[in-house]
């Protein structure tokens, strides 16, 4: 069962930067597509990116795209979400997901991060 380990979440002040990421020792992750979630405090949690096709092309929410950037390192079994422009609408809890099947990351990942706090306030 895939496992992982979330870091990179803090507290920034609004334009600032962030850089989460999600590793998985002693997994490989690389057969998985893979996605990032949060949750706002009294909000339903929301997909805001994701990678679920084999063209490998990111999917990006409106509220976050030109802004939020996805990726992976496969040699290292770790995901990342490059977080810039930060704004207080971006506090939240954010998690890293991923499925073994294609087209599932972004509706219903199987596997899931135990969450890092992203709190953006002046």
């Known amino acids: 069962q895939l496992q992982f380990e979330e870091s990179g979440g803090g507290t920034v002040q609004p334009g600032g930067s962030l850089k989460l990421s999600c590793a998985t020792p002693?997994?490989?992750?690389?057969?998985?597509?893979i996605a990032w979630f949060r949750q706002a405090p009294g909000k339903q949690r929301e997909v805001i990116s994701c990678?679920?096709?084999?063209?490998?092309?990111?999917w990006y929410a409106p509220s976050v795209r030109g802004r939020f950037t996805i990726s992976r390192d496969n040699a290292k079994n770790t995901m990342y979400l490059q977080m810039n422009s930060l704004e207080p609408e971006d506090t939240a809890l954010y998690y890293c997901a991923a499925d073994p099947l294609e087209g599932l990351a972004c509706i219903r990942p199987r596997y899931w991060g135990q969450g890092t706090q992203v709190t953006v306030s002046s």
């Open positions: 002693g997994f490989n992750l690389e057969p998985y597509y």
């Open positions: 990678v679920e096709n084999n063209d490998r092309i990111p």
